[in-house]
């Protein structure tokens, strides 16, 4: 297993690049842990008692799920930042460093001693990364955002709901996980600008902002068109989930190739021929006349008995869940999932990395920190008591 001090020797193209993950929760580590995984060394840096994602709810004996799942390849420490001492070894830290992660609400940061003004005469090539729920300014800037506070403010569970019913909520936090994606994108674009100016700067990420990024295609709106126009990005039709004789099969042929090879392949080619049903407009309004004919065909087999009767031919997936993840052969195939060792856990598998460099392949992961593992390694290293 690869250690944290050899990190730079791997070439990830994040190789060198020290970052100061202060963050919590999921948008901000998972970032972090992003750049970690193209060979940035990332140090966790929390307060005594630890990231509040530590204490969600696990089935795990002595370990967060979540947090362990969001924060590998990071070397933790703990600094009470309202103590003197403390605070002036993270500013010893960040002089030090390329990159700092935080998601305090706006003038926090700045009560402790850390906002980005404060900090940016201590280090002027620092990339100072804050992320808020609603973002700084404006009449929400000092309202609490989570993941499904967003998508219910922003229309994601009203258009997930079916339409006239009631909302519904995306599980899975995916507007947190996106928007780690643009504070991965973020800080790495501002360090590439950093070498040709000398320079850092800072880079805002908001969780309403990662929410609208997500619904792009459904955040427009035609001049002279009214209010309640479709917006969503289902196609409609016979796309979705379908039962089998075991399971359920996700469907989707929009494409005349698909939809002529799905009609081949479960004996409806009666339904290819009609005229009717020739474009994926017309199938969607005629959906209650196919639908009940394709299911019926495809009681016939099992969900996984269906993939491999469509193969390549019809876009399709049978449901599984996430636990079969571990063991699937395309995910083996490419690598996706590794065992680390861990001090409390003795091993776990987890997802090992979400690039593949050609050139700079970065470092291999390694175990989330327990609470304050490397404290003595990370004040040794800037000479604290």
Request: proline fraction near 7%; charged fraction near 20%.
């Amino acid at each position: 297993m690869t250690t944290p001090s050899s990190s730079a020797a791997t070439g990830g193209p994040l190789a060198g690049v020290r970052v100061l993950d202060l963050s919590a929760y999921i948008a901000g580590p998972y970032g972090c842990t992003l750049l970690a995984d193209q060979g940035a060394e990332v140090l966790k840096i929390e307060p005594p008692g630890g990231d509040n994602l530590r204490h969600y709810p696990s089935t795990l004996a002595h370990e967060s799920r979540a947090f362990v799942g969001v924060n590998r390849s990071k070397r933790g420490v703990v600094l009470d930042l309202k103590q003197p001492a403390d605070l002036a070894m993270l500013l010893r830290l960040v002089a030090e460093a390329d990159v700092l992660v935080h998601n305090f609400r706006p003038g926090v940061a700045e009560r402790l001693g850390i906002g980005y003004a404060q900090l940016q005469p201590l280090n002027d090539r620092l990339i100072y990364c804050d992320i808020t729920g609603f973002g700084g300014t404006g009449p929400l800037k000092d309202k609490a955002g989570y993941d499904q506070v967003l998508q219910t403010y922003s229309g994601m569970c009203d258009e997930q709901g079916p339409r006239g019913g009631p909302p519904e909520i995306l599980y899975g936090s995916v507007v947190d996980y996106f928007a780690s994606s643009l504070v991965a994108g973020g800080i790495a674009s501002a360090l590439y600008e950093r070498e040709k100016s000398g320079r850092g700067q800072q880079v805002g990420v908001s969780l309403l902002r990662a929410a609208l990024t997500m619904q792009s295609a459904r955040l427009v709106w035609a001049e002279d068109e009214p209010r309640d126009v479709g917006r969503d990005m289902r196609s409609g039709g016979l796309t979705g989930l379908h039962p089998t004789r075991e399971g359920h099969l996700y469907l989707s042929a929009n494409t005349p190739h698909f939809w002529r090879a799905l009609c081949e392949r479960t004996g409806l080619m009666a339904l290819h021929d009609d005229p009717r049903y020739d474009t994926v407009k017309k199938r969607a309004q005629h959906r209650d006349e196919i639908v009940p004919r394709l299911r019926e065909a495809l009681a016939a087999r099992t969900a996984r008995e269906w993939e491999t009767v469509f193969g390549d031919s019809v876009p399709c997936a049978a449901a599984r869940s996430v636990a079969d993840m571990f063991d699937d052969p395309q995910v083996q195939a490419e690598a996706m999932i590794t065992t680390l060792p861990h001090p409390t856990l003795g091993s776990y598998r987890a997802f090992a990395q979400p690039w593949v460099y050609g050139r700079t392949p970065g470092p291999a992961p390694f175990a989330a920190p327990t609470l304050g593992q490397h404290d003595d390694a990370i004040r040794g290293e800037v000479g604290a008591d």
